[in-house]
């Protein structure tokens, strides 16, 4: 009885290059449709490269405002809670006040009312003299804390008026960026709309290799067609006669050896 064979599916490698993909790329779909299919991905995203590029920095602009609008809007979160805090205070020093000045009017009434001796008199005089004290160390907390609270009321407002010009500044570039967006939205949902056809026809291995060179390149470009007949069309290093006539055929993935991207052979009419 013959045995079962099973198929492992290897867990996709965020580090695998497309040498190592080779195999799984031959074992599946016929490879011609498979590297059109990435050559025709490649053409879609060097188009919506070039919409994105239209935005210029206005995207990380937008992020950055919204980001340091973020982090003024949780500092002045915290100088009002410092604040908070600081009126919490007071209002236990005016209580801690009014507590002594009481205790030390109980005294004053003792006194008067007359005393025995000289020392209780001494006493009820060194207990006046202790709540007076105190007092007088509450009012002054009172006062540190409302010029604590004066100063955090000043960082607050300029706080503030950061975050009015920073909003200012966000709306500017939120309008612009729709602006342009809005010009290029139908070209852009249609190429969308195609990629994700291209994309369903490619394995998930093989497109994260290929986003992952998408990324490693400065121009983006992971498939590339032969330049001028005999060169890599991404960083113009010159392709071997026998790998020119891999590719040409189209029946194997062939990989530059220079810059490590996919080499196709354009379809003629692009040629």
Known sequence: MAKKTTTVNTPIDAHETFVSIRKSFADGADVTLKLKSLYDLQQIDTELDKIYQLRGELPAEVEALENKIAELNGKAAKVSESITDCEKRIGEYKQQCKACQDQSAKYQAQMDKGVENSREYDSLS??????????????K???????????????????????????????????????????????????????????????????????????????????????????????????????????????????????????????????
């Open 126 to 139: 060194k207990e006046i003299e202790n709540q007076d004290l105190l007092a007088q160390v509450a009012l």
């Open 141 to 271: 907390k009172i006062g540190e804390n409302e010029e604590a609270i004066a100063q955090y009321q000043e960082d607050l407002a300029a706080i503030s008026e950061k975050i009015e010009v920073r909003r200012d500044d966000l709306k500017a570039k939120h309008e612009e960026l729709e602006a342009i967006a809005a010009s290029t939205a139908k070209q852009e949902e249609k190429l969308l709309a195609k990629r994700k056809e291209c994309a369903d026809k490619i394995d998930a291995r093989t497109m994260s290799a290929y986003e992952r060179i998408r990324k490693s390149v400065n121009n983006h470009i992971a498939v590339a067609s032969i330049y001028k007949g005999n060169a890599c069309g991404g960083c113009y290093s010159e392709v071997a006669p026998q790998r020119l006539i891999d590719v040409s055929d189209g029946r194997k993935l062939i990989i530059c050896e220079y810059c490590g991207r996919i080499l196709v052979d354009a379809p003629k009419e692009e040629k």
